[in-house]
């Protein structure tokens, strides 16, 4: 195993000799039990490129643009730009990331629903013309400070719309307003995107309304005269290849029927957490233990039948890596390092907190482990949908060590 400097900000070790990311989190484990024993994430930017070969494979068409927003590490951002994706960036501060880059500006779009004047100004001052619109007041904004900009307006759908309470993107009701307010201004407008949420049941007719929808704003478009080149079907993608051939048979015949390839319509799609999910493990360090006495009604086989709980507390909550908990996302069973576990070996109910004391520092509500000693280590898996600042700035630890690697074969 190597270790060359890909970026001043960060290593990359490349694994060879049929070396492993498990070994790799092995050794860290080691360096640490010599020290403080503090909490480390691996990555794996290995699995950003096959993850690059599956989208490719299973939905040709749509090209991916990133949404920074889902893990703005520097590493991530440089070879999902070296494999030539696009970026949707949500601020200023996420348009410079990638700019630094490499990113031509004509591949980010300045995305959010209510922009900042400076963020626009920084985009205008950057060239980067691609910015998403959603209602009358943003149009103004836009047509102040960045007349130039081609735009892409936001369109409503019922899948989004059932998933929240607030209003979301404009309806095909208001298009027509909306356009022609741009041709008073003197507004690009260039194309349409929605989000189809990864939640959503009925994929086939939530795409089927919204596409359709969107080919109504293109023909009202082109009949204002706009160029309507651009159609971006939003996110709503998870780390599943299953689900991505579920959208792909879902939105393919849509297409064709809506938007063909001759029609010259470049179709865009947020890949989400696709990209970056699995790219990421996270260790963490068992620092307290508190057995509780309850009454389980547990007919499981092998679970322990004495009304015994134990509370783990970890040196990593909800108010660092753990942050997605709070938004109301689960967060899956870890693995305990070092331990296989046998067919007749007792497990218990667990519960897994963070450092805090809070009450709302609980990762894990309910599991069942095998009884853990103060010192043990526990990995977390598809740990990638965050950015480093969480890994850092929000942990208990003054700064949250990121080690990144890949394999020869995939390097």
């Known amino acids: 195993m190597k270790g060359f400097v890909d970026k001043p900000s960060y290593i990359v070790e490349l694994l060879e000799g049929g070396v492993t990311l498990e070994d790799v989190i092995d050794g860290h484990i080691c360096e640490q039990a010599l020290v403080e024993k503090s909490a480390f994430v691996v990555g794996d930017l290995g699995a950003l490129m096959r993850q690059h070969v599956c989208w490719q494979s299973a939905v040709p068409r749509l090209q991916p643009y990133y949404p920074v927003k889902c893990n703005s590490s520097p590493a991530v951002i440089e070879v999902l730009a070296s494999l030539g994706l696009g970026f949707i960036c949500a601020n ?12 031509p500006p004509e591949n980010i779009i300045l995305s959010g629903v209510c922009k900042q004047l400076a963020h626009i100004k920084h985009a205008a001052k950057n060239n980067i013309q691609h910015l998403v619109c959603e209602n009358e007041a943003e149009l103004s904004k836009i047509s102040r400070v960045h007349p130039g900009a081609k735009l892409l307006l936001q369109l409503t759908t019922e899948a989004h719309a059932a998933e929240t309470s607030m209003a979301f993107g404009f309806s095909l009701k208001s298009c027509r307003h909306l356009l022609e307010a741009a041709k008073e201004l003197g507004v690009q407008v260039v194309g349409v995107t929605f989000h189809i949420p990864s939640s959503c049941q009925d994929l086939q007719q939530a795409y089927t309304h919204a596409l359709s929808d969107a080919r109504v704003v293109f023909d009202m478009g082109v009949d204002l005269g706009f160029n309507m080149n651009i159609l971006d079907i939003g996110g709503g993608f998870t780390g599943s290849e299953g689900q991505l051939k579920q959208v792909e048979s879902a939105v393919r015949p849509l297409l064709d029927a809506y938007f063909p390839p001759l029609s010259g319509v470049q179709v865009l799609a947020q890949p989400g957490s696709f990209y970056v999910a699995t790219a990421f493990s996270l260790a963490v360090n068992v620092i307290g233990k508190k057995v509780m006495n309850r009454h389980w009604d547990s007919l499981t086989p092998g679970v322990n039948n004495e009304d015994t709980e134990f509370l783990y507390y970890m040196n990593e909550g909800v108010y660092g890596p753990f942050s997605r908990k709070l938004l109301g996302n689960c967060i899956a069973v870890p693995s305990v390092h070092k331990h296989a576990l046998c067919a007749e070996e007792e497990v218990f109910p667990s519960s897994l907190w963070g450092p805090s004391l809070d009450q709302l520092d609980q990762v894990v509500e309910r599991c069942l482990l095998p009884e853990l000693s103060v ?33 020869t074969c995939d390097w």
């Open 92 to 103: 200023k501060t996420e348009v410079s990331l990638v700019l630094e880059h490499g990113v």
């Open 375 to 407: 010192g043990d280590w526990l990995c977390f898996s598809n740990m990638g949908v965050c950015g480093l600042e969480e890994f850092s700035c929000l942990s208990s630890s003054p700064q949250l060590p990121v080690y990144y690697t890949v394999s």
